[in-house]
T-cell receptor, first 112, second 112 residues
Framework: ELKVEQNPLFLSMQEGKNYTIYCNYS?????LYWYRQDPGKSLESLFV?????AVKQEGRLMASLDTKARLSTLHITAAVHDLSATYFC????????????FGGGTRLMVKP | DGGITQSPKYLFRKEGQNVTLSCEQN?????MYWYRQDPGQGLRLIYY???????QKGDIAEGYSVSREKKESFPLTVTSAQKNPTAFYLC???????????FGPGTRLTVT
């Protein structure tokens, strides 16, 4: 059974600070996705990582994938309040985009 | 505008009743998915369908049923056999050949 663990589960940080969210998974997969969810809302796709060493950046967020270590990171640079949300990683078990297993989420609160 | 529609946004039912959640997409995507999200947790895959008239069980299919008679529609029935049906249900779709799943706005089901 594939297990996907995110840490931390909850993160409170000051605006302007940097931090990294970690996503570890227990079985072989070359594909990983990051999503954002605002309270009571649906999921918004942030990054699609399709191979070992993949790095994607959008604004203050940067995601990377190390398939050998079974680890993905989501790095936040100079956080702003608008980044407050819950972030999920999802591992693609069949490498075909169908069988996604989600981590438990990291709830991020950025304080002014 | 292209997108995924889920209706209703909120749904209330009495225990022992079956209930059907609607999911429609006009993105011309081949694959569609149903997920369940419990408070403070990640998403879990219920069922998915890659083509019309075909679908596969996900991780938590017991107590649920689906149909895929049309490409644009993938309704989910929560049966009375589902022990804890109260949850947030999210539908997603994906274009064949691409990896990213796009999510609908969700239906919050409460069973009392």
């Amino acid at each position: 059974e594939l297990k996907v663990e995110q840490n931390p589960l909850f993160l409170s940080m000051q605006e302007g600070k940097n931090y990294t969210i970690y996503c570890n998974y227990s079985t072989t997969s070359d594909r990983l996705y990051w999503y954002r969810q605002d309270p009571g809302k649906s999921l918004e796709s942030l990054f699609v990582l399709l191979s070992n060493g993949a790095v994607k950046q959008e604004g203050r967020l940067m995601a990377s994938l190390d398939t050998k270590a079974r680890l993905s990171t989501l790095h936040i640079t100079a956080a702003v309040h608008d980044l407050s949300a819950t972030y999920f990683c999802a591992v693609d078990l069949d490498n075909a985009g169908n069988m996604l297993t989600f981590g438990g989420g990291t709830r991020l609160m950025v304080k002014p | 505008d292209g997108g995924i529609t889920q209706s209703p946004k909120y749904l209330f039912r009495k225990e022992g009743q079956n209930v059907t959640l609607s999911c429609e997409q006009n993105l011309n995507h081949d694959a569609m998915y149903w997920y369940r999200q419990d408070p403070g947790q990640g998403l879990r895959l219920i069922y998915y369908s890659q083509i019309v008239n075909d679908f596969q069980k996900g991780d938590i299919a017991e107590g649920y049923s689906v149909s895929r008679e049309k490409k644009e529609s993938f309704p989910l029935t929560v049966t009375s056999a589902q022990k804890n049906p109260t949850a947030f249900y999210l539908c997603a779709s994906r274009r064949t050949g691409l990896n990213e799943q796009y999510f609908g706005p969700g239906t919050r089901l409460t069973v009392t």
